[in-house]
């Protein structure tokens, strides 16, 4: 299977958008890729961005390895790709809206019931709640692999508290710090308003009885979270507190913070805690990364939560497969971005397909997440494959399988020279009451490992710049 | 601001000073082993040390002998004691994680990479030139950490805080020095100011790099009452507690200004100081410096107390 490759195509033609890039790269000795790769490195430690790996006791923190050769899209190639993403987001909003409201698309059979009603993400507290501006989903981050010079797909729609926003900014600052160059012979369009545009997003979303100047927050798990560099990168970029379940106290279903000239009502949270954990009252009762009553104040309308509770039930992987039809039903337009094909195993003659096929495909766990319990079938010995096999057949609902994709490939400086390494990216998409914004361009994930499919950073994925060239 | 950072900013600051008090206490007591028996050598100096560093009781657990190596090993790297230089400066690290950012650039720049060059020294096997140069790496990460405070944070409430944290700690070190040496060091058939004890209070004065500033503040030999006025009475002297507590009331009126209410924090500084101010040497000495100090202590742990539950909760 040769991928589409970002620079060359099919391999022997040269992208229009690679011309500049290629021939820098032609004129750069290797030594001077190595030395500017460490020089990047150095810095991401000295700024401290680390990333931890579950289950990885020796490192709590590492770096996510940055590769120092920029993913490029074409103005043209952009537009589209946003346009896909708005509808994409503007659908998932309103899915939510209707799932926990009217219903309308288990009415018109558009999605099995028990995908929504048995859905562990399903929040029955959410159900006929008025979220503020009717938005659930405020920050999206969309993931999407390329297959051909046309085609993009989405691999994923992260709904809940997606990360990585802070390696999109980090990547870029570091870039122009070591090749100012080629910004100069490359018109590459600013991420660094994403911090205000969340900024605007968040207070656009306040409660209506909260003053024009609306006190923000982030709350975090705190700093063993792998997430932690991001939050307080973000919080400081945004100017606004970061705050941990303790520091957040509920009275009378009106939250404060408590700081050091008592308590300070906050009426916006952009919470990076998942649901299960937010409230000891309502969700799990031995969270202590929680608050207290935070749920009640939600629903009492005097406090925002970024993203709404129960938003899971529009990324689960097994809704993801008819998200094509949802787009459709809400929207009323074709879908522009294409779903990769999947086989929901919940339905006996794919499971039966997938068995018989397990070699060739992708399984996933449809609650699972970062690279975490999936099967990459060509990459699997037989006892992984076994291993699957026991499961699908036991809980075949619990499953869906893709095709192996041949994501695009993106050359890569990696030990033995610049190659081609699979990509995706993932742009973040930000919803408020004014609409929806989308800075240009998102994180490239790349899989260092030559081969590889999996671009996860806790499955030994880097990340790379992207550009989107304004002319 | 969150009471949580503010706590960290203070917790920060005072591990980082301890870190150097550590540095302090291990640097003097190797000048102080090389003396000759005669002139000081008394053999107890690593056992002074840990009193010092006021980790006794955990260092009896875990060593027996109070040796050069037991005790440079549980004052520097041993990660189960609690305040060990690498405990102290990961704690820093930690604390200024979690509130990255309250501190500046130039902070954190100043902690992180005192962490990694960390855990260099800790994968090398010191000889004790090494071992010198890694004591004086940890008082210029001190250095660098305080220096950048200094000159970067913006004068409001963190900055109060951290500096509370600085100054309290070092108070709490000072006091400890004066009394350590004073009732531990001295064997007890050796006569006061004999040569032993001249060496032990010159110790003394180069833990708190003070040793130039009492020649020219006194002009005469080393005497442990001298001694003990500049560190304990003198304003001038940057580490004397009145100095500290100078620092510490100023601080707090600052905050209390900001915040428009004053509490029992300022109140208890400025008795403190005000006791400070009024007290001669000579009283200090006819009470008992052993009892002066031990009050300090408790009343510097009260006031660290009074700070928490009137802020940092």
Known sequence: ?471 | MLSRTADSLYWVSRYVERAEYLARILDATTRLTNLPTNYGGAGTEWQSAVSTAGCEEGFAQAYGEANERNVCDFLTFNPDNPSSIRNCLAQARSNARAVRTALTSEMWDALNTAWLELQRFEKTRMDREEFARFLDWVKSVSLAFDGSAYRTMLRDDSYWFSRLGVYLERADNTARILDVKYHVLLPANEQVGGSLDYFQWTTVLREVSALTAYHWVYREAVQPILVADLLILNRRMPRSLAACYENISRFLDLLGDTYGRQGPSQRQARKTLAGLSNTKIDDIFEHGLHEFIEEFITENNRLGNTIFEQYLQ
């Open chain 1, 1 to 471: 299977m040769v991928a589409f490759d970002e620079m060359t195509g099919s391999g022997a033609e040269l992208r229009s958008a690679y011309t500049a890039l290629d021939r820098w790269l032609k004129e750069t000795p290797a030594e001077t890729l190595a030395l500017r790769r460490s020089q990047a490195e150095l810095f991401f430690r000295r700024i401290g961005i680390t990333f931890a790996v579950y289950g990885d006791e020796e490192s709590t923190e590492r770096l996510i390895p940055f590769d120092i050769i920029p993913r490029v899209l074409t103005k043209p190639e952009w537009e589209k790709l946003e346009k896909g993403l708005r509808q994409r987001v503007t659908a998932l909003n309103m899915f939510l809206a209707d799932v926990y409201g009217p219903k309308e698309c288990l009415k018109a059979g558009i999605i099995p019931p028990d995908l929504v009603y048995r859905n562990a993400c399903y929040q029955l507290e959410m159900v006929d709640f008025k979220v503020p501006h009717g938005i659930y989903c405020h920050i999206a981050g969309i993931d999407v692999v390329r297959v051909d010079s046309d085609t993009f797909y989405v691999l994923e729609d992260n709904a809940r508290t997606p990360s990585g926003v802070s390696y999109m900014l980090e990547n870029r600052e570091v870039m122009l710090r070591l090749f100012p160059e080629l910004f100069a012979t490359h018109r590459v369009a600013p991420v660094d308003n994403y911090p205000d545009r969340l900024l605007a997003t968040l207070r656009s979303v306040a409660p209506r009885s909260a003053s024009s100047d609306p006190t923000i927050c982030l709350l975090t798990p705190g700093q063993y979270n792998s997430a932690f560099y991001e939050h307080s990168f973000l919080a400081d970029k945004l100017g606004i507190e970061l705050v941990e379940g303790s520091d957040l106290l509920v009275k009378d279903d009106v939250v404060y913070m408590r700081t050091t000239q008592g308590p300070k009502r906050v009426d916006v949270i952009y919470r990076r805690i998942d649901d299960d954990f937010l409230d000891p009252l309502v969700f799990r009762s031995d969270s202590i990364l929680g608050v207290p009553g935070i749920v009640g104040a939600y629903k009492a309308g005097n406090v925002t939560l970024c993203n709404a509770i129960g938003t899971g039930v529009a990324d689960d992987k097994a809704v993801y497969s008819y998200m094509p039809e949802i787009v459709k039903f809400y929207t009323g337009e074709e879908p522009i971005l294409k779903n990769v094909p999947t086989f929901r195993c919940r339905e006996p003659e794919a499971n039966a397909y997938v068995l018989d096929n397990l070699e060739k495909l992708v399984v996933k766990e449809v609650n699972g997440s970062g690279g975490y319990g999936m099967l990459v079938g060509p990459h699997a010995n037989k006892a992984q494959i076994e291993t699957f096999r026991r499961k699908l057949k036991a809980q075949p609902e619990g499953f869906i399988a893709q095709p192996t994709l041949a994501l695009s490939t993106c050359p890569t400086f990696v030990a033995s020279g610049v190659a081609p390494r699979h990509v995706d990216l993932r742009p973040y998409v930000l919803s408020g009451a004014n609409g929806i914004t989308c800075v240009p361009g998102g994180l490239t994930r790349v899989a260092l490992k030559e081969g590889s499919l999996v671009v996860n950073s806790s499955q030994g994925g880097g990340t790379k710049d992207t550009w989107v060239l304004d002319a």
